[in-house]
C-alpha cells in the first residue's frame, strides 16, 4: 500500500510488494510528497525504509515532511548522497577517464553500500535525472537501471524511483524497466490555482483504473481522487415517486419525482429555480429524509436569509442533521475533488436529496464542455443507481423571449422542467412547465408559477393564452382574460 488516499484504489490495491515502480513528473507536482506517504505507511506496518535523495538534502526532506504533519523522527532512514571531494577538487580529476565514469560507480556503490547496511524493505531513489546526467547515454543508463533494479529483487525490496524529467522527457528507458508507472502532471488554467491530475501508464499483472485522475496536494500530503465508475456503486432500493409538497406542481409532475432519477430545472436568473428545489428539500425533510445541498453561485448567508423571508428554515434543518450545504467555488476545485465531495457526502451520510445549484457554477470549474458532459453523466448515474433525487439547476442566457443554455444537459436528466419570464397586462410574471419526463406521464400545460411569503404556488393551466414562453403572449380564449381579473382583484 502507498497509504495515498485514493491512489491505492487507482491501482488496484498498492503496489506488488518486491518490484521497482517508478513516479515521474515535473518539479512541483507531489513525487517527494508521495514516497514520503509510502515509507511512512511501511514504518506504521513495521517496515524498515530508506530514502536514498541525489537532489534534496536531508534537512529539506524533514522540512517537507514537518509542512504535512509527518514526524519522521527515526522512523525510516534517510541517507543523503553527496558527490566524493574528490571529485570536486579539479585537481584530483583523472585526466584519462570521465569524471562522470568515476562519480557513477561511486554513486552506485553508496547506494548499495546504504541498502546493505539497513537491508530496508521500502526504498526511494530520488531522483534518477542526476543518474542519467551521469550515464550520459543510454545505453549505459538502462545498463545503470537494470543493475539496480535486479540487485533490489534478489533483496525483495519494494523500490520507488522518482523521475523529476528535467532532462530527456522522451527517453523511456524506465518504462521498460519498471514494474510499474505513474505520471503525475501539474496544469495551469487561465483562472485560479494549478490543477494536478495523475495517471498510471503501466502496472504489470494488474487491473488498474486508467485514464486521468484528480489529485491534490493539501495538509496531509497528496490525496487522490479516483474516477467515477457509476457502475461499481449500484445499490437495492424501492422505487416510488416522491411528492414537492405542493400539489398543483405534483400534478404538473405527474404526481412527483421519482426515486433514482434526475430532474434538470432550467430558467433565467431570478426565475426561482434555487426555491424550486428548496421545496423538494423541504419535502424530503418532511419525510424524515436527509439532503445534501451544493451552492456554487450564491453567498450562503444571502440564500439562508432569502429562503427563511419564504417559509424555509434552512439553518434549522442543519442543525437537525437533515441537510448538509456546501458552499463550492468553482476555481478552487477540481471536478474529481466536485464528484469526491458529492460522494463522501452521499456515503457517510445516507442522503437521499441532492441539488447541485448550478451547472453554470460547475462548467467554470470544467472549462471543456465534452468533459463536463461526461463527469457530469458518470455523477448522475451513480447518484440515481444510489436512489438518490438530483436536482440539477442552470441558469440560461436573457430575461425573456429566446433563451440560450451555456450547456446542453437536457438529454442527460430524467425530468427536464422550464421557468420562464411572460409579460402580462403590464406586469412580469412566471411560468413553469414540464418538457420532458422519462419515469411517467406528465402535464403538458403551462402553468403560472408564483413566489410568495408562504412558499411557491402554481396556478391554473393558461389554456386561453399563446406564446408565453415567447415572453409575450396573447389571449386567445373567449370573455374576461382569467389574468387581468386575477391582477384587479389583487388590487
Do not use: C, W
Not at 507536482?29 to 506504521?44: C, H, Q, R, S, V
Not at 484528480?214 to 457502475?231: C, P
Request: no cysteine.
Amino acid at each position: 500500500m502507498t497509504g495515498v488516499p485514493g491512489l491505492d484504489e487507482i491501482l488496484g490495491g498498492g503496489l506488488t510488494p518486491g518490484r521497482v515502480f517508478l513516479v515521474e513528473g515535473s518539479p512541483g507536482t507531489g513525487k517527494t510528497t508521495t514516497a514520503l506517504k509510502f515509507l511512512m505507511t511501511g514504518a506504521d506496518a513495521g517496515e524498515r525504509g530508506l530514502y536514498i535523495t541525489l537532489s534534496e538534502t536531508e534537512e529539506e526532506l524533514r522540512e517537507s515532511a514537518i509542512s504535512h504533519g509527518y514526524d519522521i523522527g527515526d522512523r525510516f532512514e534517510i541517507f543523503e548522497l553527496v558527490p566524493p571531494e574528490t571529485l570536486l577538487d579539479e585537481e584530483q580529476q583523472q585526466s584519462l577517464l570521465y569524471s562522470s565514469d568515476l562519480e557513477l560507480g561511486e554513486t552506485t556503490r553508496s547506494i548499495f553500500e546504504a541498502f546493505e547496511r539497513l537491508r530496508p524493505e521500502r526504498v526511494v531513489l530520488d531522483s534518477l535525472s542526476e543518474i542519467r546526467l551521469l550515464a550520459q547515454s543510454s545505453l549505459r543508463y538502462r545498463r545503470q537501471i537494470l543493475a539496480l533494479k535486479h540487485y533490489f529483487a534478489k533483496a525483495g525490496a519494494t523500490v520507488m524511483l522518482l523521475d523529476d524529467l528535467t532532462t530527456d522527457t522522451l527517453d523511456k528507458t524506465v518504462h521498460s524497466v519498471a514494474h510499474g508507472v505513474i505520471r503525475l502532471e501539474e496544469l495551469a488554467p487561465e483562472y485560479g490555482p494549478e490543477r494536478r491530475r495523475l495517471r498510471v501508464i503501466k502496472f504489470r499483472g494488474r487491473r488498474f483504473r486508467g485514464g486521468y485522475h484528480d489529485f491534490v496536494i493539501e495538509h496531509g500530503g497528496v490525496r487522490a481522487f479516483s474516477r467515477l465508475v457509476s457502475a461499481e456503486h449500484r445499490v437495492a432500493f424501492k422505487r416510488e415517486t416522491l411528492s414537492s409538497g405542493v400539489r398543483q406542481l405534483d400534478a404538473l409532475l405527474g404526481g412527483g419525482v421519482e426515486r433514482g432519477s434526475s430532474t434538470l430545472i432550467l430558467g433565467p436568473a431570478g426565475a426561482g429555480k434555487s426555491l424550486l428545489t428548496l421545496t423538494f428539500l423541504t419535502a424530503a425533510a418532511a419525510r424524515g429524509e436527509r439532503s445534501a445541498f451544493f451552492v456554487f453561485d450564491e453567498e450562503l448567508g444571502l440564500l439562508f436569509q432569502r429562503a427563511l423571508g419564504l417559509g424555509i428554515d434552512l439553518q434549522a434543518m442543519m442543525d437537525d442533521g437533515i441537510l448538509f450545504i456546501h458552499q463550492v467555488d468553482a476555481a478552487e476545485l477540481s471536478p474529481g475533488q466536485f464528484t469526491q465531495m458529492v460522494r463522501d457526502v452521499v456515503e457517510r451520510n445516507g442522503v437521499t436529496a441532492v441539488v447541485i445549484d448550478s451547472l453554470n457554477g460547475y462548467q467554470a470549474a470544467m472549462p471543456e464542455e465534452r468533459s463536463l458532459i461526461l463527469h457530469m453523466h458518470e455523477l448522475l448515474q451513480y447518484l440515481n443507481r444510489r436512489g438518490a433525487a438530483t436536482f440539477l439547476t442552470v441558469a440560461q442566457h436573457g430575461l425573456v423571449g429566446d433563451m440560450k443554455s451555456p450547456v446542453d444537459v437536457t438529454y442527460l436528466a430524467d425530468t427536464v422542467v422550464l421557468l420562464r419570464f411572460f409579460e402580462a397586462v403590464g406586469r412580469v410574471l412566471r411560468a413553469i412547465s414540464v418538457i420532458k419526463k422519462r419515469t411517467g406521464a406528465h402535464e403538458n400545460t403551462i402553468r403560472e408559477y408564483r413566489i410568495g411569503a408562504d412558499g411557491i404556488t402554481l396556478g391554473e393551466p393558461l389554456s386561453d393564452f399563446q406564446g408565453v414562453l415567447r415572453g409575450v403572449p396573447s389571449y386567445v380564449g373567449g370573455g374576461q382574460n382569467p389574468l387581468l381579473s386575477e391582477q384587479l382583484a389583487d388590487d
